[in-house]
């Protein structure tokens, strides 16, 4: 069996990071994580302690531009050569060119259902739009923000009483099964990222 090699990028406490841990943990899951990276000190470091994971910091802060700071972060991933690139609540825009370097072998997570609430206020923004249903998205990265065409997304509803982090909490295991679910698919090669990516630009 050919294994998928990802490295997985978040800023946050990483729980969806750790579902998919836990997924290519077993043995018959297509991919396998070789290496965590963040634009902060992120909690979800611990994850990857716990599963044994190397981990690289690129602090955003330390550099002068974003344009640096994603060089910096280029380089990084690039020492790992990963088969892809899951952004995982990485809560920073990468500049075009990281994008333009790993196009499109990127994807992320999104918790709305695109091309609704895209940014990094998803959950919040459905709220204040009073809509009855969100969802959860995984796309792949493209220029915009959140703009990259969608590999899978599923409804989630939006309950009377509803707070922010009562709904984030309700999609994030959508999200995570959705994610966990496209990985397998791409390692399997049932989803082409260059067709998806292709079929989306036309
Ligand atoms: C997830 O819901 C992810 O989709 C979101 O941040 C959360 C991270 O949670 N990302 C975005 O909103 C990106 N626009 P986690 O750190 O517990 O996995």
């Given at each position: 069996m050919r294994v998928l090699t990802v490295a997985v990028l978040i800023s946050g406490a990483g729980s969806n990071l750790r579902a998919l841990l836990e997924a290519a943990s077993?043995?018959?899951?297509?991919?396998?994580?070789?290496a965590i990276g963040a634009?902060?000190?992120?909690?979800?470091f611990e994850h990857a302690e716990a599963f044994g994971i190397p981990t690289f910091l690129v602090p955003f802060?330390?550099?002068?531009?974003r344009e640096a700071w994603g060089r910096e972060l280029g380089v990084q991933l690039a020492a790992w050569q990963p088969d892809l690139v899951v952004l995982?609540?990485?809560?920073r825009l990468l500049p075009a060119d990281l994008v333009a370097q790993w196009a499109p072998r990127i994807i992320n997570t999104h918790?709305?259902?695109?091309?609704?609430?895209?940014?990094?206020?998803g959950v919040r923004d459905a709220i204040a739009a009073g809509v009855t249903q969100t969802g959860a998205s995984v796309i792949v990265v493209d220029?915009?923000?959140?703009?990259?065409?969608?590999l899978a997304q599923e409804r989630v509803p939006v309950l009377p009483g509803d707070d922010e982090s009562a709904l984030h909490e309700r999609i994030k295991p959508v999200e995570r099964r959705l994610l966990i679910d496209v990985v397998r698919r791409i390692a399997d090669g049932e989803i082409d990222l260059a067709v998806a990516a292709a079929e989306a630009s036309k």
């Open positions: 077993a043995p018959d899951y297509p991919a396998r994580i070789i634009d902060r000190e992120a909690a979800g802060r330390e550099f002068e531009s995982s609540g990485m809560m918790p709305a259902y695109l091309p609704e609430f895209p940014g990094a206020h220029h915009g923000v959140d703009s990259g065409p969608i």
